[in-house]
């Protein structure tokens, strides 16, 4: 018999190539030590996709993580100097672009690409830029921000027309008269609602991403799953948008699910399992508030778990749609306005971003020093004075809402402060003397990531990321 020719190849060359590409990752992987739980277990993400910061945390190896993103350049500003009797230090109004923090800006700013022609339009010729660089560039391009109040409503909704008003960009009706799309540059670019929210989506999901390491990523870990967390009262065709704008920014995630915002809270509280540890029969019925206050929404809804179902249900919604930590920065930057004698006028952005800064700062100080609109100070009681109004509003939602459910103060079991305005300096000391000296106000999980990491852990993770 002839020898097998030089040009045929050997049967066991298949399996033999077969095994060393199953091999092959493991082995690059345990010599570059990445994580190997990637490769037997799901790696699964959740996302608080917010009106004003969004945030991202992953569920890896039964443990929920907040995953942090770049901050962004500085603007350069400074803009408030705290003092007490001992310290004295300065904030600027944005942080170094070194710097991670656990939260994006939900913003985009689309720039038109040098390359374009001129008769050019649609997407393809704009660079899209998200969160902290595109709140940074905002004034090179079309710079669009809070379309979590537009998505997935027809344009004829009251909100809508609402909100219209007050935008810095236009909110038109798309060619059937009921879709609500934003019109940029001109005319030359027009996106919806959902194109924005699935551009923060992204932009998060690549940063959870990145954060698996260079080699999970090159050797092709995705993630499996996504929850993202929606408002209580975001009806079907609000969720379904969200949805559709998560699958066609993130194709690459196989599943996508939403979870309601407050039971996301009582999950990074631990709350679940504390109450099925509390045991069955007449101690087995929990009742608790989730006030989430945001940046432009204050959401409070109250939740009963019953440890017999091993479950939560959200027995009511409520709180002020038009209510903020937006607001607060509005009213103190009037404040500033008013002390430095500038009349009426709101001061521009600088004005607030230094009320912002001094609102933070006067959580820790009986006194800031504020060097825009003009060189002043800021004490505790003159900003409590300047919010009265909003605190009032504050805590008669939560009222109102206890009211509508026959449920008294005493009754509560918790209360869990979520989202970045709950941090505020007056809102907890409020809170405390609205309820019963029996009620917990639960502040002990990050308020900017706590909605995020519970969204994470709704697949049975741990509460190790808080």
């Not at 020719?5 to 399996?15: N, Y």
């Not at 739980?37 to 699964?44: F, Q, V, W, Y």
């Given at each position: 018999m002839a020898p097998p020719?030089?040009?045929?190849?050997?049967?066991?060359?298949?399996?033999?190539?077969?095994?060393l590409l199953s091999v092959l990752p493991v082995a690059i992987a345990l010599l570059f030590g990445s994580d190997l739980?990637?490769?037997?277990?799901?790696?699964?993400i959740g996302v608080d996709l917010g009106t004003t910061f969004s945030t991202v945390a992953v569920c890896r190896g039964g443990e929920a993580r907040v995953i942090p993103v770049m901050a962004g350049p500085s603007s350069g500003h400074a803009a408030a100097t705290s003092r007490s009797p001992d310290t004295s230090r300065t904030t600027g109004l944005a942080s170094g672009s070194d710097?991670?923090?656990?939260?994006?800006?939900?913003?985009?700013t689309y720039l038109r690409k040098p390359s374009a022609r001129a008769t050019s339009t649609g997407l393809q010729a704009y660079t899209t830029l998200v969160g902290a660089e595109a709140r940074s560039r905002r004034d090179e391009g079309s710079y669009v921000y809070a379309t979590k109040r537009l998505i997935g409503r027809p344009f004829e909704h009251d909100a809508v027309q609402t909100e219209k008003q007050q935008l810095g960009y236009d909110v038109v009706a798309a060619d059937d008269g009921a879709t609500t799309q934003i019109s940029l540059?001109?005319?030359?670019?027009v996106v919806t609602p959902e194109d924005v929210g699935g551009a923060v989506l992204a932009q998060l999901v690549t940063a959870a991403e990145q954060s698996l390491g260079w080699l999970n990523s090159a050797l092709g870990f995705r993630f499996k799953a996504l929850t993202v967390s929606v408002p209580v009262g975001f009806d079907v065709d609000q969720r379904r948008a969200t949805i559709n704008a998560a699958r066609k920014y993130v194709p690459n995630v196989r599943q996508v699910r939403l979870l309601e915002e407050p039971i996301a809270a009582a999950l990074a509280f631990g709350l679940h399992e504390e109450y099925r540890q509390a045991g069955s029969g007449?101690?087995?019925?929990?009742?608790?508030?989730?006030?989430?206050?945001?940046?432009?929404?204050?959401?409070?809804?109250?939740?009963?778990?019953?440890?017999?179902?091993?479950?939560?249900?959200?027995?009511?919604?409520?709180?002020?749609?038009?209510l903020g930590g937006e607001d607060f920065d509005r009213a103190i930057a009037q404040l500033l306005v008013q002390k430095c004698g500038a009349g009426d006028e709101s001061g521009g952005v600088d004005v607030q971003l230094a009320a912002e800064t001094a609102k933070r700062e006067l959580g820790l100080s009986e006194e800031v020093f504020v060097n825009v609109p003009c060189h002043t100070s800021l004490t505790r009681?003159?900003?409590?004075?300047?919010?009265a109004p909003l605190v009032k509003r504050m805590v008669g939602a939560v009222s109102h809402l206890l009211e509508e459910h026959f449920t008294s103060t005493s009754s509560i079991d918790d209360v869990v402060l979520v989202g970045g305005s709950s941090r505020m300096y007056l809102v907890e000391p409020a809170l405390r003397k609205f309820f019963s000296n029996s009620t917990r106000i639960r502040s002990d999980v990050d308020g900017e990531t706590a909605i995020a990491l519970g969204a994470a852990r709704s697949f049975g993770c741990s509460a190790g990321g808080r």
């Open positions: 020719s030089s040009t045929e190849v050997p049967s066991s060359f298949p399996l033999i190539a077969l095994f739980s990637l490769l037997t277990t799901e790696t699964l710097r991670l923090v656990n939260v994006t800006p939900s913003v985009v540059d001109g005319g030359k670019l007449a101690s087995a019925t929990k009742n608790l508030v989730v006030f989430d206050f945001g940046g432009g929404t204050l959401d409070v809804a109250l939740i009963d778990f019953d440890a017999n179902n091993d479950g939560f249900v959200v027995v009511g919604a409520g709180g002020d749609s038009r009681h003159d900003v409590d004075a300047a919010v």
